[in-house]
């Protein structure tokens, strides 16, 4: 075992992640076995899934349920949600899921891993705090520590490490801010670990133990954003300018009110720019866009969206043709490399 200061953190998630998983394997055998425990997670789908948690009573159902058509529990009770309850919501033409949770930590304190490993699957985060709380920042600090106490990086501004694995090409650093490491420092911690081929990429002032995390897959970046709520309540503003001040600039907030619906419209246009996609509409020669956009990685080139309709058809393309924001004129012609925008029409030769 290699020698450093980071790994007792990491033997220590070893022991409690195995424990999740034998509780998980049990749940999942009494499930098989006549009863009717959901699983753990919640089946994708949409564009992307958007997992809402924080504290009891802060309003996480009712927000699900005002922006979607699930059937969820409402109450002055806290601790009312006990499953997690999926519903979907329209953000342009693109189709977002809500995923409704009970409360990240549980009355005695500790945190609830099912609705950490929900966070853990999403693909972005919305944690919900209550205005009418005694203290919402201490609400958002609690929330905020327990998911990345448990792996889970909301922010990439305080450093960050993803390692994609390859299979050959050696180590490549990408440096998307200051690491307080060297690559020499670097190349041995992987070496140690025989990571021999990989794609690293470094964010923000990200430390060794940043590095050895991404090794383990310990940690894992979801785009996370605050939804204060209980807006109608007096002072509602000022509390949560207040609390957001703790907020790294990647994590955007917005101030609504489940009551009355007031803000409630940032939340699709805040998580579709969080999912980091884009919306193309393909069309064959002669015929009109499809009426259902196709959704891809943001940096998607014309041959990914070719893959992404037929791996034969990206690499049978010559070219393409672009309509929208992407192109320099109407009908542009494009290579396989080209990035088209959001929205931007394509067809394919
Ligand atoms: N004034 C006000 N009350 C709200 C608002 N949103 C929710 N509430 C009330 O807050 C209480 C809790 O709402 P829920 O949506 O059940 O909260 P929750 O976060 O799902 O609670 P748990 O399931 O216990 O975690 C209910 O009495 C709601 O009517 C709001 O925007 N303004
Ligand atoms: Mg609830």
Redesign the pocket.
Same mark, same amino acid.
Request: hydrophobic share 25%; no cysteine.
């Given at each position: 075992m290699p020698k450093h200061k980071g790994t007792e953190k990491l033997r220590l998630w070893a022991t409690r992640r195995l424990a999740e998983l034998r509780e998980e394997s049990e749940r999942e055998r009494q499930r098989r076995s006549g009863g009717s425990r959901p699983g753990m997670f919640v089946e994708k789908a949409g564009a992307g899934q958007v997992v809402l948690l924080? $504290? $009891?009573? @802060?309003?996480?159902? @009712? #927000?699900v +349920?005002r922006l979607t058509n699930a059937k969820? /529990?409402? @109450?002055? #009770? $806290?601790? /009312?949600?006990q499953l997690p309850v999926p519903g979907m919501m329209t953000y342009l033409d693109v189709k977002l899921q809500l995923v *409704?949770t $009970?409360?990240l930590l549980n009355p005695d304190g500790s945190v609830n891993s099912r609705v950490v490993a929900l966070a853990r699957n999403a693909d972005v985060i919305a944690v919900?705090i209550?205005l *009418?709380s005694p203290e919402p920042t201490k609400d958002l600090t609690a929330s905020l520590e327990a998911i990345e106490d448990r792996g889970i990086a909301y922010s990439l501004e305080k450093g960050f490490v993803k390692v994609e694995r390859r299979t050959q090409g050696g180590l490549t650093f990408i440096y998307r801010g200051t690491p307080k490491f060297t690559e020499e420092e670097a190349r041995r911690l992987l070496n140690s670990y025989r990571v021999y081929n990989a794609v690293v990429e470094v964010y923000g002032p990200a430390t060794l133990d940043d590095l050895e995390e991404a090794i383990f897959s310990f940690k894992v970046y979801k785009p996370t954003f605050v939804i204060f709520?209980? +807006? *109608?309540?007096p002072a509602s503003e000022s509390r949560a300018r207040e609390a957001a001040r703790l907020l790294p600039r990647d994590v955007p907030w917005i101030l +609504? @009110? +489940?009551?009355?619906g007031v803000g409630l419209s940032s939340v699709g246009p805040v998580a579709y720019r969080l999912l980091n996609v884009k919306r193309i509409y393909t069309k064959k020669p002669g015929q009109p866009p499809s009426p259902e956009p196709l959704i891809v990685k943001a940096d998607a080139t014309v041959r990914e969206i070719a893959e992404k309709i037929s791996p034969s058809l990206a690499t049978s393309m010559r070219y393409a043709r672009i309509w929208g924001k992407g192109a320099k004129y109407e009908g542009q012609r494009v290579g396989p490399d080209y990035v088209p925008q959001d929205g931007d029409i394509i067809e394919i030769r």
């Open positions: 924080g $504290p $009891p009573n @802060s309003g996480k159902s @009712s #927000i +349920a969820v /529990t409402v @109450s002055p #009770i $806290p601790y /009312t949600t *409704d $009970p409360p919900v209550g *009418d709520n209980k +807006a *109608d309540l +609504a @009110s +489940a009551e009355t």
